[in-house]
């Protein structure tokens, strides 16, 4: 059974940091493309980082480059989004989303895999 499970979330104020996680299991892991996508009430599920099966390229969302970073972790079949500079707009529901490919999409629905999400409050 392919599973990807996040973690990670909380509340914290401006300013602050999150590490999220995202185990995966049942796939072959280092053959997948891993994303970072996030979902606010009433808005559509967006972009945020994507990486590729080795871990030497990511991409990240213009709203996030510089704060946050997408790094992998093959041997232990997980990804993760390390955020810095947290800002009340990244107050969302985090999700890992997992893809068979080489190409870094940004479109959530070129994405076949999905956690449940974590949630994340930043506070002003």
């Known amino acids: 059974q392919v599973q990807l499970v996040e973690s990670g979330g909380g509340l914290v104020q401006a300013g602050g940091s999150l590490r999220l996680s995202c185990a995966a299991s049942g796939l072959p892991f280092s053959s997948y493309v891993m994303g970072w996508f996030r979902q606010a009430p009433g808005k559509e599920r967006e972009f945020v980082a994507a990486?590729?099966?080795?871990?030497?390229?990511?991409l990240h969302a213009d709203s996030v480059k510089g704060r946050f970073t997408i790094s992998r972790d093959n041997a232990k079949n997980t990804v993760y989004l390390q955020m810095n500079g947290l800002k009340p707009e990244d107050t969302a529901v985090y999700y890992c989303a997992a893809e068979r490919t080489v190409v870094l999409y940004r479109k959530p629905d070129t994405y076949d895999l999905w956690g449940q999400g974590t949630q994340v409050t930043v506070s002003s």
């Open positions: 990486i590729n099966r080795s871990g030497g390229i990511a």
